[in-house]
């Protein structure tokens, strides 16, 4: 069975960080890129990063430049997104997802909070 399955979420104070971790299983995790999308309240669907299938190229939205890094441990089957001076807005459920252009397969998600 195709599984992705994000940890790492949590509430945090603006200015924070927080690192997610999304462990794949069911394909073989070396072969696809992976993407990091988020949901905000009341808002449609953001994809915040991306990373080819060996961690060579990577892709921000403007939002995150700077402040957010995506990686890949394609031994441990599983993709991060460290977030660095977090802010308000960036307050959604996390989901990672299989592929760049064309995300074939998600995760349930990761709510992250960012409030003091």
């Known amino acids: 069975e195709v599984q992705l399955v994000e940890s790492g979420g949590g509430l945090v104070q603006p200015g924070g960080s927080l690192r997610l971790s999304c462990a794949a299983s069911?394909?073989?995790?070396?072969?696809?890129?992976m993407s990091w999308v988020r949901q905000a309240p009341g808002k449609g669907l953001e994809r915040v990063s991306a990373?080819?299938?060996?961690?060579?190229?990577?892709s921000y939205v403007d939002s995150v430049k700077g402040r957010f890094t995506i990686s890949r441990d394609n031994a441990k089957n599983t993709v991060y997104l460290q977030m660095n001076s977090l802010k308000p807005e960036d307050t959604a459920v996390y989901y990672c997802?299989?592929?760049?252009?064309?995300?074939?397969?998600w995760g349930q998600g990761t709510l992250v909070t960012v409030s003091s």
């Open positions: 990373i080819n299938s060996d961690g060579g190229s990577t």
């Open positions: 069911g394909f073989t995790f070396s072969s696809h890129a």
């Open positions: 997802a299989r592929g760049w252009r064309y995300l074939e397969v």
